[in-house]
């Protein structure tokens, strides 16, 4: 396709267009006029980032709405029958390039996206089942996935961790507060420890913690994270959230956990959900749109590929494996064809060439080290599902 045949995402809105607000873990735009003091400036910046989070709701409640996704859970973060997000949206959980500032979302738990990383965490969870595991999810904000886990019978053996900005750790626990289903799987009142920005449980703890503000790995500052354990094999979940953090920044999120929370005998593995391709006409159009909103990518140059990220998590040490695949590809390969179809059902997709182009711009990759588990078994099922 040419560049002066590639659609302009801007005419896919509609009158279904939500009025959420933009998701993420980096900076809306500010025009940096001298009248604003830098520290007012990066304020105002992150109080964008804290209240986009409501949005990733509405887009989660979208797709259970349509029939693309079964969860329960997701009505307790968003009221019933809010904004209906594009079907373009719902099925593959991109950003939301094709719409109005107001409608950005960059964290929308939508249909292949929470497949994908769904299948990624029941292989975990499923290698050793009786093991007990530990789950991190970095800029968690209103995610569901730890009661989806919980409502399961049996339950799986895990401890569950989920970090983010204070204000939307504030709200989760305002949330489960109100909630009987969510407070039900967390545990009964007594075993339970909440705080306005903390939550501790027998299984599932709340941390209002700044990504950026993990001291670095050698530093002498460096503290554990409460109720981290650094003997059980771990799982880091990034679903866009490193992204927006400058590349070194980023980096050094990842460091503080695989250099300093954990040691090296520790089985640790990571799953990041990220745009790529910046550099094709694509996905300029695709940037394009979000620097007019004022969203910037920071790490899509540095990790701009399929093999980018690969090699990202192989100088991250996780040594053992490293795979990453596009999001179309995992449709195509991973999806069932009973599935496809019944998705296909559920809602009719027009836009089918802007979604397969956008598919190709969105990859989830995965890599982990054995540790002391040399035969890797909590492993075994992530290798064979490039």
């Known amino acids: ?135 991190i999810s970095l800029g968690a904000g209103s995610d569901t996935r730890y009661f989806r886990l919980m409502s399961r019978a049996p339950r799986p053996c895990i401890i569950y961790h989920e970090v983010d900005f204070a204000s939307n750790a504030r709200q989760k626990i305002s949330a489960i507060r109100r909630s009987t289903s969510l407070s039900n799987c967390i545990g009964s009142p007594s ?27 050698n530093s002498p500052a460096a503290v554990s994270m409460r109720h981290v354990d650094p003997s059980l094999p771990t799982l880091l979940l990034s679903e866009c959230c490193l992204i927006y953090l400058e590349p070194s920044a980023a980096d050094a999120v990842v460091n503080y956990f695989i250099e300093h929370l954990f040691p090296p005998s520790t089985p640790l593995g990571i799953v990041l959900y990220e745009p790529i391709n910046p550099f094709d006409a694509f996905g300029k159009v695709m940037v394009s749109n979000l620097a007019q909103r004022g969203i910037v990518l920071q790490t899509l140059q540095k990790y701009y590929s399929l093999e980018a990220q690969k090699e990202r998590l192989s100088a991250h040490g996780f040594s053992d494996g490293q795979e ?30 802007e979604w397969i182009l956008l598919a190709k711009h969105y990859c989830v990759a995965w890599g982990w080290r054995k540790g002391e588990d040399k035969a890797g078994a909590v492993w075994n099922g992530w290798a064979g599902d490039s």
Do not use: C
């Not at 604003?36 to 259970?64: C, F, G, H, L, Y």
């Not at 695949?325 to 060439?353: A, C, F, G, P």
């Open 191 to 217: 075993e339970v420890v909440i705080e306005e920005t903390e939550l501790d449980g027998p299984s599932y703890h709340i941390h209002a913690i700044d990504l950026r503000t993990l001291p670095p790995a």
């Open 1 to 135: 396709m040419s560049s002066q045949q590639i659609p302009n995402l801007l005419s896919l809105r509609n009158a279904r267009a939500g009025s959420g607000r933009p998701r993420g873990r980096g900076g809306a735009g500010f025009s940096g006029s001298s009248s604003v003091n830098p520290e007012e400036e990066a304020a105002a910046k992150d109080k964008v980032i804290q209240q986009t989070d409501q949005d990733a709701s509405v887009s989660r409640m979208s797709a259970v709405e349509v029939g693309y996704l079964d969860d329960p859970f997701a009505q307790e973060f968003t009221a019933v029958g809010g904004p209906r997000r594009f079907p373009i949206i719902n099925r593959g959980g991109f950003l939301h390039t094709s719409v109005p500032l107001k409608s950005i979302d960059t964290k929308s738990g939508t249909y292949i996206r929470t497949k994908a990383i769904d299948r990624l965490v029941d292989s975990f969870l499923s290698s050793e089942p009786t093991r007990k595991k530990q789950i």
């Open 324 to 353: 990453a695949l596009d999001v179309n590809t995992i449709y195509e390969q991973w999806v069932e064809e009973h599935e496809k179809e019944r998705v296909s059902s559920v809602e009719m997709l027009d836009e089918v060439e």
